[in-house]
Structure formats: structure tokens, C-alpha cells
């Protein structure tokens, strides 16, 4: 990751920015929603499940900080929220947002995930109209400014 952010130095205009957006490495939280009130909020897996990847961009970001080939200008955490009528219409918009990821899931995880979505199915269900579901992340956002020798 390194590699690549240095290329982005590289390739960045005299005056251009990297904006950096991704989440905190914890689970996502799913959500069943009536109106604006959380009747239903858990992880979707287990917290000491974090992703590598979010945690190797951490690393990598703070490395080219530290080396000053980029400097920060602002930072800001925020939350992401993905909402959709039912839990299987939510679990179809990230399938398709994450067909294309190449490590595949365990399955004592898969397993995990799939309780938790048939949970939070069965409680929208049972509030009935107006039930919705949602996808909670916490997220963070970055403006980079390369540093130029």
C-alpha cells in the first residue's frame, strides 16, 4: 500500500490532494430501524475479526506521514450509513458492491454474518410497515497534501 500511495505523490499535480476514505477496523453494525428509532443493532461479527486490509491502510497512511511525503490538512470521523427496505435487499447492495474482492470469507464467519442478517430479518418483520434496515460503519476521511522537495 506504501508502494502505491507513493505513486499517487507522483502522479499528483503541483496542486492536487489525495483524499483518503475508509472505515475503522471494527465490524459493521446492522441495523433494524423503525422510523428514526434502532430497535436492533449488532455487529456483524465478532470484534476481534477486524479487516487486515483496514488496518495495513492505517499503517501505510501513517508511514508516508511519518516519512513527510504527505502531510495531513484535515481530518475528520464520521458515520456511514447504508439503508435499504429489508435485510436481503441491503445483503444484495454489498454482494454487488463487494463481488469483486478476492479473499474469501470463513466459513465459521459466513455462518456468523448469516445469523445475524436471519436476526435482524425476523425482527423488521415482526415491527411490520415502516421497518427498514441499515448498515452502520464508523468511518474516517483524510485530505492528504504531498510534500514536494
Do not use: C
Not at 475508509?22 to 428509532?37: A, F
Not at 474469501?104 to 411490520?128: D, F, M
Amino acid at each position: 500500500m506504501v508502494h502505491a500511495l507513493e505513486e499517487i505523490h507522483r502522479l499528483l499535480r503541483l496542486d492536487g490532494v489525495l483524499i483518503d476514505i475508509h472505515p475503522y477496523p471494527q465490524p459493521p453494525i446492522i441495523q433494524v430501524l423503525k422510523e428514526k428509532e434502532v430497535v436492533f443493532a449488532q455487529p456483524k461479527r465478532d470484534i476481534e475479526d477486524e479487516n487486515e486490509d483496514v488496518l495495513k491502510a492505517d499503517l501505510a497512511l501513517a508511514e508516508i506521514v511519518d516519512r513527510r511525503i504527505f502531510e495531513v490538512e484535515r481530518y475528520e470521523d464520521f458515520d456511514f450509513f447504508s439503508y435499504a427496505p429489508s435485510v436481503p435487499e441491503l445483503r444484495d447492495f454489498w454482494d454487488r458492491y463487494n463481488e469483486y474482492e478476492s479473499t474469501p470469507k470463513e466459513e465459521s464467519r459466513l455462518a456468523q454474518e448469516e445469523a445475524v442478517y436471519a436476526k435482524a430479518e425476523e425482527i423488521r418483520l415482526n415491527i411490520g410497515e415502516g421497518a427498514r434496515a441499515a448498515v452502520h460503519e464508523r468511518t474516517k476521511i483524510a485530505r492528504l497534501k504531498p510534500i514536494r522537495n
